[in-house]
């Protein structure tokens, strides 16, 4: 075992792992940070997405050693201080924008992400960044339709096809 | 998947160093590597990640012209770095996976697994990019030896790639809608002296120059120069997703489609 060392939604966390502990066990195990899931773990699904050092990362494909010292942002760290829903978080609840929700940590992440480099992003750039992304629910077409709320464009022209 | 030591070297002769225990293997952006492991197709006794290297990271235009790319760079770093020096390198890179695996995946790692459908082998070939590995400089010709086969040796590391930049390039990739790797992709290069095309995706052999579409292109570099062309079926892949056939056919129609969009 290897101590491995991070700032995890901004505080500093450390703890012992194994060579093969990937970045989603060590958030989901050692810190008990389950709102990261694992859906797939062949890095297809995106429910694991996270942000480190500010990018988007599946942390089903990242080990948690080759990471030591970076900066890690879960979809526990979205919430504003106060507890209230993030703009992002807020929109997809106001677009239904998740049935089971199993998805929704990793498309909040890339949500975000998309929107820190794009802040006005096209249908087709939420869609074309959603790519990895997977959705079993909704058909995409609420969670489009959050994400370009979330950017602050009028979704009502946005209809379901 | 199975336990390994880990190691992460800051200097590329450390790097070479950690290579050198019995078992051991480079680790890029773990995007193949990682589930490979999972499936228990790999069990290195030994990871050496290669990703906190400065001397690998990053993207420049060198005295001669050409673009190198660190071995470690990630792809979203080729795409924000490379798009003003070689664009249609930057759109290759820009398509490669999807947004989170670009974060992660490098050049380099894509290049020593020469997988059959990547795309950066393509662009490689096409540009007679140089590989350059902590002992010596491998033009792409000599470099991509078949599906997964390269001429690099056991623990011998790509520190940065080298492109010529062409007058005008193109890639067009046929996506296998479920993997998102180039079911066909072609990249197509105009040089000065001849153009270059190389195809990935179709062969079993992994990547290659179509060289009668380069005889024709250089002499007009046009859609229909390669209309009356054919590529043999015979060594393409087959499988469910598209017949040898079919692949020989996209061969065609995405040179024509990367010729017209280099215009």
Known sequence: MTQV???????SVSGDVEGRTLLADFLREGLRLTGTHI?????????CVVHVNGEAVKSCTALALDLDGAEVVTIEGMANPDGSLSVIQQAFQDHHGLQCGFCTPGMVMSAAALLKDNPKPSEHEVRDYLEGNICRCTGYHNIVKAIMAASGQDVTQIAAE | MYNFEFAKPTTIADAVEALGHEEAQALGGGQTLLPTMKQRLAAPATLVSLNAIPEMIGVCLNDAGEVCIGGATTHAMVVREAAAHYPALAALASHIGDPAV???????????????????????????????TNTRDIAADDYFQGMFETALNDGEIITEVRFPVPQTANYQKFVQPASRFALVGVFVAQFADGVRVAVTGASSDGVFRWTEAEAALSGDFSKSAVDGLSVPSGSMISDLHGSGDYRAHLVKVMTGRAVAAAG
């Open chain 2, 102 to 132: 670009r974060n992660r995946g490098t050049i380099g790692g894509s290049l020593a697994n020469n997988d059959p459908s990547a795309c950066y082998p393509a662009a490689a070939l096409a540009s007679g990019a140089t590989i350059k």
């Open chain 1, 39 to 47: 859906g797939c773990d062949t890095s297809q699904c995106g429910a």
């Open chain 1, 5 to 11: 060392k991070m700032t995890v939604n901004g505080k």
